[in-house]
């Protein structure tokens, strides 16, 4: 079992930064791949960016040169620092720990936090 709690989300103009957390507890030695996905009412949870346990990144085009994933290892907790928001970037942020060493799944999921961007 994994248990992955966000924090960090919140209202924010077009043009300002917030940084999101995720602080991840359990059976983490099996985490190969961290993230964060995003969801928007009325459509599809999409990927906005990933870390490997060695550090490889990975970001969706949309939020490249603007977001910015990382991770505290002493701490077990991944952060998106997320500045130039848009509007468009408002959704529900969700954190994600992928591995394989868990019976019966592969993902864990983190409860959401709401980011909401103001034009």
């Known amino acids: 079992q994994v248990q992955l709690v966000e924090s960090g989300g919140g209202l924010v103009q077009s043009g300002g930064s917030l940084r999101v957390s995720c602080a991840a507890s359990g059976s983490i030695f099996s985490i190969n791949r961290m993230g964060w996905y995003r969801q928007a009412p009325g459509k599809q949870r999409e990927l906005v960016a990933t870390i490997t346990s060695g550090g490889s990144t990975n970001y969706a085009d949309s939020v490249k040169g603007r977001f910015t994933i990382s991770r505290d290892n002493a701490k077990n907790t991944v952060y998106l620092q997320m500045n130039s928001l848009k509007p468009e970037d408002t959704a529900v942020y969700y954190c994600?720990?992928?591995?394989?060493?868990?019976?019966?799944?592969?993902?864990?999921w983190g409860q959401g936090t709401q980011v909401t961007v103001s034009s």
């Open positions: 994600n720990a992928h591995g394989t060493g868990w019976s019966g799944r592969n993902d864990y």
